[in-house]
């Protein structure tokens, strides 16, 4: 089975991670909630989306060093190239931030899943990993690789013109934010639980 994955808040788990940079930036008061949405909106709706452009350009970039993989995704990985399985990465991300400093952020991911031996021998191949400018490159990618099935955390990736008939859409949505939405969707909680659905059951 060839299986597409997301990056951002699919593999990389930014829980809490926004939060603490912004608290330690004092742009949030420690009360706003943990999520990246939650600091997203407090910031939106007190007039400085600019400044959670630029706390996500860091975060993606330099801070990466905070953030984690979801739990269960190396014991997925390791099963699923154990039983043959292939996977890639698809991912869309500007190679800079759109606001303040110039990271670059294609690296700065490379080298967080470098570190966290999600890439390597026997591990995802360096070469299954692809960073698209829009949206639109990324579902042409998906295609491309002839997926058989693509995980992601984004709908709207899943449901857009362009995504292939052929492969099956997982939606990554381990808070429930989707709950009773996109019925059309397979939806997801765990890597556990797309371990039993795409190597134990599949
Ligand atoms: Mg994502």
């Not at 603490?20 to 909106?41: E, H, Y």
Request: hydrophobic content about 40%; some cysteine.
């Amino acid at each position: 089975m060839r299986i597409g994955i997301d990056f951002d808040n699919t593999i990389a788990c930014y829980d809490g991670v926004f939060h603490r940079a912004a608290v330690d930036r004092g742009l949030i008061p420690p009360d706003v909630g943990m999520s990246k949405n939650a600091v997203r909106d407090h910031l939106n709706s007190s007039g400085r989306k600019e400044a959670f452009t630029e706390l996500q350009g860091w975060i993606y970039g330099p801070g990466m060093d905070l953030v984690s993989p979801y739990p269960g995704f190396d014991i997925f990985v390791d099963a699923a190239v154990g039983v043959g399985h292939a996977i890639f990465i698809v991912s869309h991300k500007t190679r800079t931030p759109l606001a303040g400093p110039a990271y670059d952020l294609h690296s700065a991911a490379r080298n967080f899943l470098d570190l966290r031996d999600i890439t390597g021998p026997n591990r995802i191949a360096a070469d299954a990993i692809f960073f698209e400018e829009t949206k639109e490159a990324k579902v042409a990618r998906i295609g491309e690789l002839d997926c058989d099935v693509f995980i992601d955390d984004l709908p709207e990736i899943l449901t857009m013109r362009g995504f292939p008939d052929e492969t099956k859409a997982l939606l990554f949505d381990p808070l429930r934010h989707h709950n009773g939405d996109h019925p059309a969707l397979h939806h997801v909680g765990s890597w556990e639980e797309i371990g039993e659905l795409l190597i134990t059951l599949g």
